[in-house]
C-alpha cells in the first residue's frame, strides 16, 4: 500500500521560515508529478505548487517568489521551502503524487498543519 507522510509543519511567527517534507512509501514503479497543495478553514483544497517529473515547477501567484518546491527522486521526496510566511498561509499543507503502482494514480497525504501568527 503506497503512502505519502508529511512532516515540518508547525507554529510560526510572520517572516518566519518552514520547511515541508513529504516521502513515498510502498511499492512503486515510479513518481511522476507531486505537489503542494493546502487547505484553509472554511476555505476549499488550493493548489500551492508542483513539480514535474523533468523539474518544471508551477506555483500559486500567493505563494510565488516566497516558496520553492523540490524534488529528490532518489529519496522519493518532495520538499516545500516556505519563506516570509504571513497568517494567510495558515492551513493544513497537503502533498500529491502521481504514482505508478500497477498503473499511474494520484495519491494525498494526510497532511500536516501549518499555522503563521500575527
Do not use: H
Not at 493546502?38 to 523533468?54: C, D, Y
Not at 503524487?97 to 500536516?112: I, K, L, M, S
Amino acid at each position: 500500500q503506497l503512502q505519502l507522510v508529511e512532516s515540518g509543519g508547525g507554529l510560526v511567527q510572520a517572516g518566519a521560515s518552514l520547511r515541508l517534507s513529504c516521502g513515498a512509501f510502498g511499492s512503486f514503479y515510479s513518481i511522476n508529478a507531486m505537489g503542494w497543495y493546502r487547505q484553509a478553514p472554511g476555505k476549499q483544497r488550493e493548489l500551492v505548487a508542483t513539480i514535474s517529473s523533468n523539474g518544471i515547477t508551477n506555483y500559486a501567484d500567493s505563494v510565488k517568489g516566497r516558496f520553492t518546491i523540490s524534488r529528490d527522486d532518489a529519496r522519493f521526496s518532495v520538499y516545500l521551502q516556505m519563506n516570509s510566511l504571513k497568517p494567510e498561509d495558515t492551513a493544513v499543507y497537503y502533498c500529491n503524487a502521481d504514482v505508478e503502482v500497477v498503473q499511474t494514480a494520484n495519491y494525498w497525504g494526510r497532511g500536516t498543519q501549518v499555522t503563521v501568527s500575527q
